[in-house]
């Protein structure tokens, strides 16, 4: 008996480590303002090879939306499956000292709420080497490198040049499986995406005019979707030569759209509706799934490929569970960006979106860092020339309505609101309930103002930049 006992024991100690030896490694392919315009997802202008091979390899996501238009919010929903606003990180640069610049002492720190334990250190202790490549992290709370990540490069440049040359791996033992994120500059290459493209060939969405400036920021978010397809073949080579691709789950997404005003920072579909390719051991191969899903859902899905419990409070679901059940709608949110005061949320279906703007007496393009480009003037003096028609001025005029419906079948550039039509008054209602049945549930943050040391930490940093009514009442 004593033998048999033995011998059981001994079955089951080299069964979990055959286990433990098995379990895949995990990848982020975290993109920066980068539209997902590859050629895997029907676009004519470019090729995008390795992202296509990828896709090809695993699953292509068409109805992926991120939490905000906005990295450090939604950096921080993700890293934690948890919606920023869930945990108090939903102002784009928290009031940290390390974010600021200047410390307010003791007040100005932004603690995540106990249970949402961030993912790099759920990983490490469940055995994982952990890494961050590459020159972003960017998270709405306090957090430290020596807690998160086994090795990190966070600063010397966009790109994967440590994850090539293998260093992000390097430290780990022989049978250690590993949870990285490489971070790739995307819309942000600037100088390092050569011109490649011809502004006179692309498109101009109709809510942009027609003009040289804007055909030149689009046809360089194409230059920059080239060479960010480059790294992404460098990448997956990289795993090829040391022999982690066959055991290693990537998941290629974007943090939100690109730069241009209407994109970046707001939760029209150019800001959140974002690419996601799944591939990888135990994902099929060559399909397309039209399955809404969530930034945070990234974070459960990575958690459960790794045979690590999904806490029962997170809000992020496993979309690649075998059994899963799929949502019924996405949410997001806009609140400050840096100085600018602002507060939208939004509400994705299966067709439609609902968007609720809250604060309706200051328009889209009230003052923002964004003032100073080139493009930001351009689109001010063809507004005051008169030069814009009535689908660019849907974003462009000098107020907002308090609702906007869209229908995005039939409409998926968003440029008619259907709020005030009566055709649309029993869906317009379901969402604005699925909204409010949210906030409640979810305890959505945001729905207060930030506190007055929050502010101050903003008005310390930006100082004459924060014109907002909000900023006057701490402004002595």
Partial sequence: MRLQMIAI??????????????????????????????????????????????????????????????????????????????????????????????????????????YATPLPIRFREAGYWTFNEGNKDDYNFEWSKETFYDYERSRGGWGPKNLVAGDCWKGKTTDQPFFGQVQLGGGKLGGKAPQMIDPAIVPVPPYYPDVPIVREEIAHHYDCLLKTDEEVGEVIAALKRDGLYENTLIFLFSDHGMKLHRHKQFLFEGGIHMPLIVSGPGIESGKVSDELVSGIDISAATLAAAGIEIPEKMEGKNFLGKRH????????????????????????????????????????????????????????????????????????????????????????????????????????????????????????????????????????????????????????
């Fill in 9 to 114: 024991l001994i079955v089951m100690l080299s069964t979990s480590f055959v286990q433990a030896a098995e379990r895949p490694n995990i990848l982020w392919i975290y993109l920066e303002d980068v539209s997902g315009w590859f050629s895997c997802y029907g676009d004519q202008i470019i090729e995008t090879p390795n992202i296509d091979a990828l896709a090809k390899s695993g699953v292509r996501y068409d109805r992926f939306y991120t939490p905000a238009g906005v990295c450090s919010a939604t950096r921080s929903a993700i890293i934690t499956g948890y919606m920023q606003t869930s945990i108090g990180a939903h102002n784009h640069r928290s009031c940290r000292a390390e974010f600021r610049g200047q410390s307010m002492g003791e007040y100005d720190k932004n603690v995540l709420p106990d």
């Fill in 325 to 476: 059940q799929q949502r019924q709608y996405v949410f997001a949110a806009r609140d400050r960006c840096d100085y600018t005061i602002e507060k939208i949320r939004a509400v994705v279906s299966p067709r439609f979106k609902y968007l609720r703007n809250y604060l309706t007496d200051r328009p889209y393009m009230q003052p923002s860092y964004k003032d100073g480009w080139e493009v930001s003037q351009k689109f001010r003096e063809l507004m005051a020339e008169g030069k814009m028609n009535e689908a660019q001025l849907v974003f462009f005029s000098d107020s907002k309505p308090a609702e906007e419906f869209y229908d995005l079948k039939n409409d998926p550039h968003e440029i008619h609101n259907l709020a005030n039509d009566p055709k649309f008054q029993k869906q317009l209602v379901q969402h604005r309930a699925a909204l409010q049945q949210w906030i409640e549930e979810t305890g959505d943050q945001g729905q207060d103002p930030e506190s007055e040391i929050g502010l101050q930490c903003v008005l310390k940093r930006w100082g004459e930049k924060c014109v907002n009514p909000e900023y006057d009442a701490i402004r002595e």
